[in-house]
């Protein structure tokens, strides 16, 4: 996960200068490292050199100068593919996929990280399956069957995240929609 | 699975209970020797489709079929006879019969069945080996593990080789490493066979034993598998 489609994922919803992104970020991903200024500065940066961000004005409101930042239709695209992409269903706890739920909530609405969700948990019922079947062949080892496991269990704490997860998205509805922005 | 090569097929099954709809229009088809798992929260309607498909309960409308016919339409003594020779079932708690030892459970379908009780008993016998418990044939239920009396509740569900087996929640009561063995044995033996399995479970790591999933909730079909707009 990167920081970046984080902060495309929080410019989704308008213009912003650094500080909000911060205090946005930090905020909305309560769990994940507070992010340095410094960082927030040198990722829009880049953003800005690959064209997936501009600057859309200053405000001075009685502090420096801040500049403020909006997605381009580049940019726009950009998170588009990243919040549709299916994750290889890895075997350990996977925060990508947090990462991406919580953005697409925020930034895409209910029905993107729902598309997403689905993919998503397809994706990781292939993976058990095919490791089921490796740890059931005959002749595979301990090892193979204690690797499979490992991968097993993680995957399924990982799909009974995805379902509870959808399960709040849809008691939740009513309370989201000012976060959704599309 | 297309309606063609279905072995079982279900087309809009409904089923209420007094006023309490359990299905509320399920299609689902089963493959020769294919292995599908029916997921989904406590309370989705899991049991009553596997209840409707068995022939056990009637459908409130939609129908049923096997092999081309429609269950529905049979007399309660030929869809009983179909349980009895076409169809297995395995409950999660094996309801092997206490006074019985294990070689009697497994030969009572054969014996229900026509079998003369020498063969019946070969035969149970033969099948209690292959679940790796026949050195339980002689022994009652009461004195064997949860893990042991899956594996004969399994040969007794296997054992008049059925062309489809039903398993709810079958390993559901036990441990998560015998749970694992008897649905390893069970899957290795139906393969064996080219049984076609309904395997009624909450768990994914069991679902991921099937061929394919479908997922139910609220008694209607969740394509999506994840609980959004269904039934609403």
Known sequence: MSTAHVLLGL??????HGYDLKRAHDERLPRAKPLAYGQVYATLSRLERDGFVAESGQDRDGGPDRTSYELTDEGRGHLAAWLAAVDPPAPYVNSEIFNKVTVALLAAGIEQARDYLVAQRAAHMGRMRELTMAKSAPGASLGDVIAADYAIGHLEADLRW???????VAAMTTELPKDVTT | MSERSALLSGIGIARSYGATPALRGVDLAVGAGEIVAVTGPSGCGKSTLLHC????LRTDSGTVTYRDQDIGLWSEAARSRLRRTEFGVLFQFGQLVPELTAVE???LPLLLAGSGRREARQVAAEWLDRLGVGELAEQRPGAMSGGQQ?????ARALVTQPRVLFADEPT???????????????????????TSVVLITHEASVAAYADREIVLRDGVLDPTGLGLGVGR
Do not use: F, S, Y
Request: proline share 2%; glycine share 14%.
């Open chain 1, 11 to 16: 410019l989704a919803g308008g213009p912003r």
């Open chain 1, 162 to 168: 995805l379902q509870t997860t959808l399960a709040r």
């Open chain 2, 53 to 56: 498909l068995a022939g056990i």
């Open chain 2, 105 to 107: 459970n497994v030969a």
């Open chain 2, 150 to 154: 899956q594996r004969c509740a399994t």
């Open chain 2, 172 to 194: 559901g009561a036990l441990d998560a490493l015998t749970g694992e063995q008897v649905l390893g044995e069970i899957v290795r033996v139906v393969r064996e066979q080219g």
